[in-house]
């Protein structure tokens, strides 16, 4: 399909500059957007395109002066379309094992906001000679010592920036664990909307970035502005859909729940401007754990929070099952992403909620008080909550149940106690400010810290006392770590006990990636489709068309840039056509639409491959060994029936089954003709071996 | 005595989240556009730690004191049959004179300096729905004066 020129003009709903950023030189330069968004439209593959163009050589530590970060606003951002105001984050991560690019996403108001300023995004390349923030304030650029700034929380740093720049500017801002280079750091923009998981706030302390400060007065226009009023009118009152099968949880039972010890009121809101989804939960009056005698707090956070706070849920994600939420803040219209606001009418319901019967986990008695000081905590610091919350401290946990500490080699500086908030508070001190006996090592990563102290006594031991409903112990490691040195999302063990196709199909997106897809790229599929292939679901081309869908849907949520809790959302499957006519003015059919998300995911693995070697033993070594622990329902796979899969998907994608590397046709079908050449040149277009035999297994458990 | 005009409820009814959704819709339906702050309601947001904001708008004085400081009377400050206070921003000068006129605390009227242009709420008087930033709130912490209260005072609780 030939590229589609969707506009001779950038429309109004881009700020129409991209800035690059020197820290090294304290310098700015400009890219037009104009000049990539009629082919990449915005956000991730855009963001991909400009670090394939802009970085000649991505194969550099995270932490370093040459690794690039590109920030990139979608065009939906700042329009007034329902959940628009998300960004996204590309570079070298520094929590990835190896260190390899990928990608991150953040609500917030900053990206509106810099849009008003003029730009769409902005390259961060360098590193600054002392503590730095940068501030964009409309056209004017500047570079500011941040000194003043050094060791401040993250509220405290927005706060700061706030009084200097009025309340009307926005910050992303990193905490000291970003200073001090911890590999969970996040870069984090209002009450608590961050890019976590890559670790891109270490990077930020690296290059002694503090913040970047916006500040504008422009103005952005979407094309249709009773298009958005009728987007959010149906938003508000949506018809009746038909649920999918998908990513429902399996149910999770802990010990008996203790806490909150005083009220508290707890409200929904949405994370970005003009959002109507209120997938955020605000607690409002709580105690500050950092500051007991202090202002009371209120503290944001979604599903994550409701996990480590509450940890007493008959669903993982049981929002509003057990507490009375306050009149008007209430949740919203939600993908059919979770089974209690699904449609209580629907005749498939019952079946959806008999599916999924998971795990009984036996972790730490539930403590809202323990939970609330992970939480706040990690808003403060600049901690990536996921990971501290679904890794470290489970971590902990099971390794303490199996004995690993008994022998004392493993030294936290305080007794391990669950029962006690500054226990919490201590680890996340150690791993923030490197202190205590094992505060470098925690600050390197919950999968750096493991293999260090010895992988296959401290990640691989087997914890006992997982139990499916049915009463079968189920075993998994102590360590949750799935794939490129990030815990198991979506894929099937751990927290989140998917059926197999589902959790097949997340690793399948997880293995040709570098981190989990979380949100677009959950796996969503009609029912009818499922029943088809829920017994084999490994050599199902249907499955394969299913997993393709959602990767294309992944790529354009974060390209447009829209929000993972909605979109996709199998009850409006015309919602990119419709956002995209709303906010550019432009018609575009889904297949078009399609052709940019493959061309922006294609991109991704051109990077990998150029800067970080990327091939298919590689990527299939990486998933295949956490799905030989059994899940719920005891299922495996074998490597023959995985690689079966791994085919399948190859082909679908026209990649080289050997080496998993896109043909010569892959490339230019997506308009990617120039990195066809370029790889020619290099030696990477697959010539078809005839002779191909697949590897044996080399994983003997 | 006041004219009907935009309130915020209370905090034990529906808790005002900052999200600016009423002044980016505010823009949208009055000038096709986003911005930082076109002024027919003005967001004001508190601390991050507390998230406690506040929500300002035009009152609609029955004694319309930047009516009467308008120099450009009924042609730019302007009242209509039901005592709405709106601007005609053709005939606007900018000369700030309404906007130092306005008896509450900060000024319901902001001025664009840029365009010099003064912008106040109109209670989307022109719309068929009414008041887009009630319309468009996604917590419902917004209403009209003049509308039954969607809760009894009586009954709201404080935390829970």
């Not at chain 1, 972790?363 to 403060?380: A, K, L, Q």
Request: aromatic share 10%; hydrophobic share 35%.
């Amino acid at each position: 399909m030939a590229k589609k020129k969707l506009f001779d003009k950038l429309p109004s709903c881009y700020a129409g500059k991209i800035l690059r950023i020197d820290l090294t030189t304290k310098t700015t330069s400009i890219i037009p957007t104009e000049k990539y968004a009629n082919d990449y439209i915005g956000g991730r593959a855009l963001a991909n395109r400009l670090y394939w163009d802009e970085v000649k050589d991505g194969n550099v530590p995270a932490l370093s002066a040459e690794n690039t970060l590109i920030y990139m606003n979608g065009p939906m951002s700042g329009t007034g379309l329902p959940y628009s105001g998300r960004a996204v984050m590309t570079g070298v991560s520094a929590k990835n094992i190896p260190e390899q690019y990928t990608h991150s996403s953040c609500g917030g108001y900053f990206g509106t906001v810099l849009k008003w300023a003029g730009y769409d995004g902005f390259i961060i390349t360098g590193k600054a000679d002392e503590l730095t923030y940068v501030l964009i304030d409309d056209d004017k650029v500047s570079f500011e010592s941040a000194e003043e700034l050094r060791g401040a929380y993250v509220q405290a740093t927005q706060e700061k920036l706030f009084e200097k720049y009025g309340r009307r500017s926005s910050s992303l801002v990193i905490g000291p664990a970003g200073e001090n280079c911890c590999r969970h750091a996040s870069i984090v923009t209002h009450a608590d909307s961050a890019f976590a998981k890559p670790g891109f706030g270490a990077v930020w302390g690296y290059k002694n970035l503090k913040a970047v400060v916006a500040r504008g007065t422009g103005t952005i226009a979407p094309a249709d502005v009773d298009a958005v009023m009728r987007i959010h009118d149906w938003e508000d009152n949506p018809p009746k859909g038909k649920p999918e099968t998908g990513d429902y949880l399996n149910t999770i039972e802990f010990a008996e729940f203790s806490g909150p010890t005083e009220p508290y009121r707890q409200v929904f809101n949405s994370c970005n401007p003009a959002c109507n989804h209120r997938c955020m939960i605000t607690r409002c009056g709580l105690t500050n754990p950092l500051d007991p005698n202090g202002d009371k707090v209120s503290m944001v956070g979604k599903c994550l929070d409701e996990q480590i706070c509450i940890m007493r849920a008959d669903n993982f994600f049981a929002f509003g099952a057990y507490i009375d939420f306050p009149r008007q803040n209430k949740p919203g219209n939600y993908k059919w992403m979770f089974p209690q606001v699904a449609d209580p009418e629907d005749p498939l319901l019952d079946v959806y909620m008999q599916q999924y019967d998971g795990n009984l986990l036996n972790m730490w008695g539930p403590d809202f008080n323990f939970g609330t000081m992970i939480n706040w905590c990690c808003n403060e610091y600049g901690l990536d909550k996921w990971d501290i919350g679904f890794w470290l401290f489970t971590w902990i946990y099971q390794c303490q149940e199996e004995g690993l500490f008994d022998d004392g080699k493993v030294d936290f500086g305080r007794p391990i106690d669950f029962e006690d908030p500054q226990f919490a508070k201590h680890i996340l001190d150690c791993m923030t400010y490197r202190q205590g006996p094992m505060g470098d090592l925690l600050a390197e990563g919950v999968g750096r810290m493991i293999r260090a102290l010895g992988k296959e006594k401290y990640g691989d031991t087997l914890r006992h006392g997982i139990f499916t409903r049915d009463g079968e112990e189920r075993l998994t490691p102590v360590s949750w770590e799935a794939s490129w040195g990030e815990p198991s999302h979506w894929q099937g063990r751990g927290f989140q006990g998917c059926e197999k196709n589902i959790w097949a199909s997340m690793n399948l997106v997880n293995m040709i990636g570098a981190r989990d897809e979380a949100g677009g790229g959950h796996s969503h599929d009609s029912y009818e489709n499922y029943l088809t292939y829920k017994d084999d679901p490994c050599h199902s081309p249907l499955l394969i068309k299913a997993t393709i869908h959602n990767n294309r849907r992944s790529e354009m949520k974060d390209s447009l840039v829209l929000c993972e809790y909605k979109d996709p959302d199998p009850g409006r499957p015309n919602l990119e056509v419709e956002f995209i006519k709303a906010a550019i003015g432009v018609d575009m059919t889904k297949e078009e639409i399609d052709h940019i998300a493959d061309r922006g995911k294609l991109l991704e693995r051109a990077i990998l491959m150029r800067d970080h070697g990327r091939t298919r033993d590689m990527e299939v070594a990486e998933v295949y060994p956490w799905m030989t622990y059994e899940d719920p329902w005891g299922q495996t796979v074998t490597w023959d029936e995985w690689n079966d899969f791994v085919d399948l998907y190859y082909q679908a994608y026209n990649w080289d089954l050997e080496t998993g590397w896109p043909t010569k046709e892959a490339w230019e079908d997506v308009g990617l003709d120039d990195i066809a050449d370029f790889f020619e040149k290099e030696g990477k277009i697959p010539v078809e071996n005839p002779n191909y035999v697949r590897k044996a297994n080399p994983f003997d458990r | 005595m006041k004219n009907d005009h935009i309130i915020q409820y209370p905090e034990e009814y529906s808790h005002c989240i900052g999200c600016s959704s009423c002044e980016l819709f505010c823009s949208l339906v009055h000038d096709g556009v986003t911005g930082p702050c076109r002024g027919g309601i003005k967001l004001e947001l508190g601390k991050l730690s507390t998230l406690m904001n506040k929500v300002y708008v035009c009152e609609h004085c029955e004694d319309h004191p930047c009516y009467e400081a308008c120099p450009k009377k009924d042609r730019a400050m302007c009242v209509d049959e039901n005592g709405t206070v709106y601007i005609n921003e053709e005939e606007c000068i900018g000369c700030g004179l309404c906007a130092r006129a306005c008896k509450l605390t900060p000024s319901r009227i902001t001025m664009d300096k840029k365009n010099r242009k003064a912008h106040k709420c109109d209670l989307c008087r022109t719309r068929e729905d009414g008041p887009v930033c009630i319309k468009r709130c996604p917590v419902v912490c917004l209403g009209l004066a003049s509308d039954p209260l969607p809760y009894d005072p009586e009954k709201l609780g404080g935390a829970k």
